[in-house]
Each structure stands twice: as C-alpha cells, then as structure tokens.
C-alpha cells in the first residue's frame, strides 16, 4: 500500500502536468480540496507557515482563494473540512496567512468570474442550509461581496435571492476576526433597498458596509 508520502507526490506531479500557469507550486494548492481527510491536515499544516508566504508569491494571485473556497464548499467522504476539530485551526492559519489583509485585484478574464460565481452560489447553500452560521464560513461568503468581485455575486450575498441571509451573515461574522481582503476593497451596496436593511441591521455588516467615507456623499478622499 501506498505511503501518504507517495500519494501526496503522485498529486503533486499530476497538477505539475497542466498549463504553465499551473506550475509545480501551485500543485500544492490545487491538490488541497481533492485530498483524503487525513492527508488534508498534513498538506495543510505547512501551507500555514510563514515560509508559506514565499511559495504563494508563485502561483497565480488568485489560487490560494480558489482553492480555500473550494475547499470549504467540498464535502468529503468524511465531510467537511472545516467541521474536523483537528484540520478547523490549520483552514483558520491557512486563511490568515494568505487571505486576510491581502489586496483583492486579481479578478479579470472570462473564466475566473464565472468560477467564482459558481464557488459563491456553492458556500452560501452550505451557510444556508448546512454550517448552523459557522464563522469561518461566514467570513468566506462576505469576502464575495467585495466590489471587484462579480456583480451576481455580490447580489447573492446582499440577500437578492434570500434576504434572510444578510441577517445570519450579521450574526454569524466574527467581529473581531480580520476581513478578507482590506477594508478599502469593500463598498456599500447601490441597491437603497438592500443599503437602508444594512444600516438596520447595525452590526458587523453596517459597520463593514459603511466604514469611514463609504457611502458618505459628503465624504472627500484626502
């Protein structure tokens, strides 16, 4: 039988295999959400360091977020990841070390926005219907309403096809955990509708929503 070890390079060189984009660093990050439960929490580990950092600047700038919501969106013969006890904290560190904080400009082509549609329509069924509002996931479905990501999925996450879910984002996100992304790269919604029940709501997402100069028409940048 085969070791991890051995299983885990096996991915490594089938990734390594695809377009040049697609380098043998970033192997390491597309095997993530098709890897065994226990093999996950191994891969996971390093990927959480701070020498992370260094492998992360040579892949496309917008791997480690696919591959992060993807893997909160794929339920495994074990289920979900972020429901394991033992690989919860190695997602948490995996997202602070290279998604909070971090500039969102990485979002053109055709192909990326209509991936992102399809993975934001994903976790917000999961937060829905399956995550009992789970934080870490909640943190992952605010992060597709910032204003570079597609219109639709900024829409979904406003509450245009459910407006409950704007109440259980409000509930739900962490106040004290980072945002993804930074706050400058997020804005109010345009829809005064939507913009007048986020200002009700007067919690996390208000105070995300509305930072100092968003939506303020008397605002000036200095």
Known sequence: MLGVDCVVFALFFWCALGPPVLSFASSAFWALPHLPLHVLRKMLAPLGRPEAEQLARAVPPWLPFLTFANLMATCGEEGYAWRDPEARPLLETFCQRHLQGRELSFIDGEWLPEILRGLC????????????????????????????????CQKVVWGAEDPALLRLLDRALPSSQPLFWRLEDYAAPEDPLVLAESAELGGVICGMAFPPGIGDPDWKEP
């Open 121 to 152: 329509d994903r976790v917000a069924k999961i937060f829905l219907e399956e995550s009992f509002m789970d934080g870490l996931l909640a943190s992952l479905l605010w992060a597709f309403s910032a204003k570079a990501m597609p219109q639709e």
